[in-house]
């Protein structure tokens, strides 16, 4: 077993020491009745060799983006992965190390850390950010709590244009805690109906929730939604799914958003069949206090020297218990650090060079999709088409052209069955561009 | 400028104070499609000017931050890193290569079934295992870390007696507990009623019995709990809360402790968590990614989170149609990569594996307990599994605390113990060794240990002003706390 | 057992006395054949009853003692590396991935053609880019070092003048060459006449002419030559030697000076070497592997090693029909996971990237010339291009030597540069930075060596005991040298 | 560009305190009509992502053992490459670190080097091995030399049954130092002819070269032919081209060899198209001083802790110059460390394990072979077989059904054109080993 390290003569003398003679007893403290007779049903141990064959045999069953061109978003994006990340993260220092506990002996991961907090606040405009959560999904659960932990207050509006995903993590978290959630419809552009929004916000409400670009792809009207909802002394909650955006689009934080949540896959961290992700939450300094999860700071040691701290815990769970701001303990670390390289290694040229790359392909899809454009809303590098014909029908056609089609929007909304979700990145060609409109649309594209 | 150690340099920067203008590190393809002014194509009011304070850097010095700063980690290919609770043991390297192959870690989450069937019998075949080591009835995979595992077990619970009738109004918990446990219980709607421990260490199973009514929900319980010992009264503790119509929810994070010798659901739990980043090795990250299988019984698995992977003759698929699950917690299905390499571990381990890992990661803490027992308090003399807690308590005399020789475990080369907790032992040193180290290794610790021990009678002041060889003395966190610097400012 | 640094343990052992019997590393597949036992295969007269002596150990105790023994390393990723001569550039990660792509890395050298048509188109693109760079006609890929390369040149010279009517006697070669270029003439099966530089630190044109003559073969010399000082007479100098009937070899070891500025083919070499470990950035794996390809023109390409690399139409083939050929050195075709890198840093910097490392790599020689001239004695004051030799003429008189100065610069966290090299400076200290370096980190470099420069005036005593702060302080040579153990034994 | 570190601001600065106005100037150096005026012929800077693109769709044009089952040895071997190996080579501490001339700040690399020159001693039998030369035919070619330099004799006897490319590698080298080599023929059993050697052995030769397994797997009649070399005072070289062979067979040091040179490749090296592999080279411990290439030797720092340095550096060319034992300067380090890393993860078992392996599984072929075995010497994983067609032909055929099949032998032995030379390892399986019988022989294979 060559995970173990002890040999059967170490393993002699060590029991001699610990005065037992079997190892059978040193598990006695467990009642007889308890203890396992029969040999577990798993298999016996496979050999390195065998190992690797059988998942490459379990890839093959895969449809990847290795051998296919994805068009294919949603909450998930295929964009360029630098290959320094790798080398980075697989420094056995970063990946093998735990929880940054003991600042001592931990000052990589802390100062990475702290440099991932300041990148976050960068992008997205912010005053402080946290170390990571989970993924959006819970982060907008998250970002939801701390409304209503601050306001006091117990109903929250939810823009329907919002990631459906998110919003049913919302549902489960808020599930008992006596929160009220009320949808916030959208219009024909595929913004959010700002009359709604007046109509329905009050003082009753911790929080309104908006996204942008919102799941249709479309560059929701957050200035205006924002000042309604401060209007009325709720907090506005922007979630972002598409990190990327923020590289060309004005911040949430600039658009005076008092917290911003979202997923950061797009910086760097492979589609992973949906994990591990990186939930990002950031804030206005007022609230830090409120925040879930872990926050770096930055001190001194004994000796004056500049140093970095987990800090402000007493807001976490191993010291407040049940009055703690989250129940979260482990986070997403290795993908902070992945965002974190991926951030530095585009830097300021280029996170907006990628975002205009992916603005101007998919605007190249949009002009060759003309009427058949569900919203007439501003995009970035998704947006919904009305399709020629079933969705899931299109996309096996494409399929067998190395082609990965969009998102059949039936899936979230049952009234639009005929429509698909398609996102294009810097990863795509003209060539499957054209291609694809060509199936959307069933018209030939001559260029 | 001056640089102190030659295998590491010690005056590396921000990022940000690396950064100048005209340096980069990336490179992107030319575009392809006609290049239309941004501006032509989206209203300025949308765009900002620049990503204001983004770092520039040349991949060289990229390359050279992050390596300087690695530098300053201690970590798991360097040596033991004995902290209780946490299972840091050794990451396969193989796991990490099964997890980069293409065609595994490029899926994406929501394309269709069919052209994911690899990724679904990796998520399939895991669940399967670990319903074979729990003996329980149904997995969900999606929980990201036990804390989150926790909060969708107790819904779970909450769910089930809500269809009974009421979901009730409090949950059990041993103040031995760790602090994610009140908290998602919290988060689930409940109060926390917590149950003291016996002198032996263990849940005392009287005012367990009191406390316990028809308005408790659950009673929530890690086994062996953190102390290391195992709750030799299981059953009774089932029994006396069944009978009150509650369940029981046990935290999995020390299964290490249990592999091939006992299983949750031989014991009366109705639902459990397991952590994929402690028993089954996927690498903590320096905070994560982590992964908590939330596991349970047949009568629980209605409420488990959608979608749930099934199998149909050859092929596996995703079923979301379970109207009475708690629901989501999770955008997608939970952390897949370490899925991935959890399946890879316990394939390579095997089930003759699994069960010496056990054994050896028992007889280490058991090991390391009798050789330091005379060294340090033990505040408990009851049996202990993988984990041994002492106390500061001899050391205490002189004025040296838990933390002290902690920091000066560090001098001596080893990451220290986890400390201070559980909460029911004052100054509490938690000793997990886990099964990966060589008796050279553990000697190596416990001589350490016992060296420190004897500093704090003869020479306090050495212990005291631990750490002398890592790259800062001790931080104020004081400090920290009370000017919040939580970002780099120009 | 005492370890003193936290982020690197110091005293890690040899494998072999980690092992122990019964642990183990590896892992293997079950035999799917008939499992004959070995004596009934074969005669007991073959087969040995153990490899004495190997190691036993587990994968945890593998990874942690390699993982020690690397933190000992000093390494580009860590810091300046300013060995002169040896072009210590950072190394690129994506050479370092696309050499580990499977197709490309799984390839058999005697597979038939048609199936390594990939392959082959590497080893083509990278010998026409190489042609380009130096304007010269041919390439053969298979030296797997300079120095290999050096007697590859030389024989192929050899057999062009034997074809001429003699081998002839005599190479020439300057006191300030590297030691392969002796070495590698006398392999070939020459003598060398050694040529003194001039008080610019050029060849001696007027003794090199007189040395000339119909018994010399050729001359070799290198350039920039390894004073970073470009030979301006190189065409007076070919037509002296051309006349003669001889031909000339250049050491191209510093062609990082040269790309998009001069290239040896209109300078009148009829052959060179490059190193792919050093221009082209491909990893020096403390001591190779590297790579020595060998470019001339077309009137000594006939005697290019075989087989040589053909295109035919969109195919490339092997053509070992060369009956004028000097023969193989290597077994197969070279160290092609080299050119594998080499290619792809060529196509990463393409045509203005290469001519910019080159501009980047002499400014940054010249920088440092400028700012510690005033600090170290400059032997020669002629321009330099890619490195700058200085010598510790200004340090001897307390006492200080090169020696010193170079252990002394570990203290402050850079690796020393060549030291003693070339030959003809007393206490040469040669540097060259390579263009991979930030301002910065020259900056920081060029005041370490300037505070050295002090400290060898104010505090001698500082330089003389340096390393301070390295694992060891400096090693008995000497001794290593009498005693010579060259291996452990038990 | 990515590689270069210099802002503009900081290169006029440099430019600047340089005293110069461009960069140009600098090179004023090179006289005017040397320097390049056109821009070279080389493609414009590729991005990351194309790079990627054209390097797969080059691998697309290979077979790899990626995709195919090699019965392909004939001095590369497809073995297994234990996981570990990458993780240990891919740390840049080793391989971006350059020769050890600095000891102090290369312990990593001189102890691991220490070490694989001791695990090389204990494979081969030897009492002293060097850090590496470049691959087996320039081993030899520096095992050749340094018997003639010790014997100060000029006469070379080589085993026709020793690798036909490391012997041409050999003349190359010793064309021109008026070294004789001449050849040694070998029985139909595969064997060097004993009596052959005896006839032409004399006070003349500095060493006679055989191979074992030979280059026709047979395994040499090795201690005979040694005692026949030793009788007159000649050195026995013998050369190893598969040395996971040495697991299990006994040692050339065991049975008195003076020099043993040959390949490493086999020690977890990726078949890499033929390099970069790994020159092996071990002696008797009275030559050490005669040896080519480094040498690490254990010593003390000026504390008296024990250390490791380069040593007897006055065998090499940059001390010695013309009067170096070799000319190699940089040698193969890094394969080196894959080999020091490969024979510790196998260890004392895991090296007989794996030699016993592919023992039985070419065993397996040899007895399904049956006659049309030409050789009927002993053999470890290699044997050649009389095949009932053309080998092309049959090799063709395989490549259908996952195969690459052996080594025509007619290559190197145009006599022998219906020959072929196959070989098994632990990576070949029973179905495809049955396969190539089957194919080889055109006798259905039933089991
Ligand atoms: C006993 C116990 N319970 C729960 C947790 C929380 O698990 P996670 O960190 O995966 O959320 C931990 C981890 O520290 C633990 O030790
Ligand atoms: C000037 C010069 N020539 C030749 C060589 C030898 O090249 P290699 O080490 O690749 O054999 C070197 C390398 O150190 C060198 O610097």
Request: glycine share 8%.
């Amino acid at each position: 077993m060559r995970y173990v390290s002890i040999t059967p003569e170490e393993k002699r003398l060590m029991l001699k020491a610990t005065g037992v003679d079997r190892v059978e007893d040193l598990f006695a403290t467990i009642p007889e009745n308890l203890r396992l007779s029969k040999t577990l049903d798993i298999p016996e141990a496979a050999s390195e060799t065998d190992i690797l064959k059988y998942f490459h045999s379990l890839g093959r069953k895969n449809a990847s983006a290795e051998d296919f061109e994805y068009f294919l978003g949603a909450g998930a994006y295929n964009h360029f992965i630098p290959t320094v990340i790798d080398s980075v993260i697989s420094r056995s220092e970063f990946y093998t190390s735990y929880t940054p506990y003991q600042p001592e002996v931990s000052q990589g991961t802390l100062q990475a850390t702290f440099e991932f907090q300041t990148l976050i606040c960068q992008l997205t405009g912010m005053e402080v950010a946290n170390a990571s959560l989970y993924d959006g999904g819970s982060a907008l659960a998250e970002g939801v709590l701390m409304a209503v932990r601050t306001t006091r207050r117990q109903k929250v509006l939810v823009a329907q244009s919002v990631h459906p995903e998110y919003r049913r993590v919302l549902e489960t978290y808020a599930a008992n805690l006596d929160i009220q959630l009320q949808e916030l419809p959208f219009t024909e552009s595929g913004c959010v109906d700002v009359e709604a929004l007046e109509r329905l916000v009050s003082e009753d409400h911790a929080a309104v929730v908006i996204q942008s670009p919102n799941f249709f792809g479309v560059l929701d009207d957050v200035e205006q939604a924002i000042g309604l909802t401060q209007s009325v002394g709720a907090l506005s909650v922007v979630v972002v799914s598409e990190a990327i955006s923020l590289g060309l689009l004005k911040p949430p934080g600039e658009l005076g958003a008092d917290i911003v949540v979202g997923e950061g896959q797009s910086l760097g961290i492979p589609l992973g069949f949906g994990g591990p992700y990186l939930g990002l939450f950031a804030s206005k300094d007022k609230y830090k206090r409120q925040m879930p999860g872990r926050l770096v700071g930055q001190t001194v040691d004994s000796e004056g020297r500049q140093g970095y701290v987990l800090t402000l815990a007493t807001r976490e769970q191993h010291i407040r218990r049940q009055k703690a701001t989250s129940n979260i303990c482990t986070n997403q670390g290795l993908c902070a650090l992945v965002a974190t390289v991926f951030m530095s290694v585009l830097g300021k040229q280029g996170i907006r060079e990628l975002a205009e790359q992916n603005l101007k392909k998919a605007f190249h899809l949009r002009k060759l999709l003309g009427d058949s454009l569900v919203f007439s809303g501003a995009t970035f590098n998704e947006m919904v088409v009305e399709c020629s014909e079933d969705p899931a029908e299109i996309n096996r056609h494409l399929v067998s052209e190395g082609i990965i089609g969009g998102l059949p929007l039936g899936r979230y909304f049952p009234d639009r069955s005929n429509q698909m979700l398609v996102c294009v990145t810097e990863q795509n060609s003209l060539e499957k561009i054209n291609r694809l409109a060509e199936a959307l649309t069933s018209v030939k594209v001559t260029l | 400028m001056t640089r102190t150690s030659v295998t590491s340099i010690l005056n590396e920067p921000l990022i940000f104070e690396r950064s100048a203008p005209g340096k980069s590190a990336y490179s992107l393809p030319r575009l392809d499609v006609e290049d239309v002014p941004v501006e032509e194509i989206l209203d300025s009011k949308y765009l900002r000017t620049e990503v204001r304070g983004f770092p520039e850097v040349s991949e060289v010095e990229l390359i050279r931050h992050f390596t300087r700063l690695s530098t300053w980690n201690y970590h798991i290919d360097l040596g033991m890193y004995p902290l209780g609770s946490c299972t840091m043991k050794y990451n396969p390297k193989l796991n990490e290569r099964v997890a980069r192959i293409p065609s595994i870690a490029l899926t994406h989450p929501l394309q269709e079934e069919q052209h994911s069937q690899g990724s679904l019998e990796i998520l399939f075949r895991l669940q399967e295992c670990l319903k074979e080591l729990t003996a329980m009835d149904a997995v969900s995979l999606q929980p990201a870390g036990g804390a989150q595992a926790e909060l969708i077990g107790i819904l779970m619970i909450r769910a089930h007696l809500t269809q009974k009738g009421s979901p009730r109004k409090f949950v059990l918990i041993p103040d031995s507990a760790h602090g994610t446990n009140p908290a998602s219980a919290v988060l689930a709607g409940y109060e926390v009623i917590s149950i003291p421990s016996d002198k032996k260490g263990r849940i005392d199973v009287k005012v367990m019995a009191e406390k316990m009514s028809e308005e408790v929900a659950c009673l929530m319980l890690t086994n062996p709990n953190t102390m290391g010992i195992f709750e030799t009264h299981i059953e009774e503790i089932a029994q006396i809360v069944h009978q009150k119509g509650g369940l029981i929810y046990m935290d999995g994070a020390n299964f290490n402790a249990l592999m091939g010798y006992a299983r949750p659901g031989e014991m009366g739990i109705d639902v459990l968590h397991l952590n994929l980043h402690k028993t089954f090795s996927t690498p903590h990250g320096g905070g994560g990614p982590g992964s908590g299988p939330v596991v349970c019984k047949e009568h629980l698995a209605p409420y488990l989170p959608v979608p749930r992977i099934e199998q149909e003759g050859e092929r596996y698929r995703l079923n979301s149609d379970k109207p009475e699950s708690v629901g989501r917690v999770h955008s997608f299905h939970g952390n897949f990569g370490m899925a991935v390499r959890a399946l890879c571990y316990i394939l390579s381990c095997g089930r003759e594996g699994l069960k010496e890992l056990s054994e050896m990661a028992v007889l280490s803490a058991n090991y390391i307990r009798r050789r330091l027992e005379g060294h340090y308090e033990l505040p408990y003399d009851t049996d202990i599994l993988h984990e041994v807690v002492f106390s500061d308590k001899k050391q205490h005399k002189n004025g040296v605390t838990t933390q002290d020789i902690a920091k000066r475990l560090i001098d001596y080369g080893f990451h220290p113990p986890t400390t201070y907790f559980p909460l029911i032992v004052q100054g509490a040193l938690m000793i997990e060794p886990t099964e990966s180290h060589s008796k050279e290794e553990l000697d190596a610790f416990i001589d350490a240990m016992i060296a420190i021990s004897r500093e704090a009678r003869d020479d306090p002041e050495k212990v005291l002003s631990a750490p002398a060889t890592a790259k800062l003395t001790r931080l104020d966190e004081v400090r920290a706390a009370r000017s919040a610097i939580l970002r780099w400012e120009p």
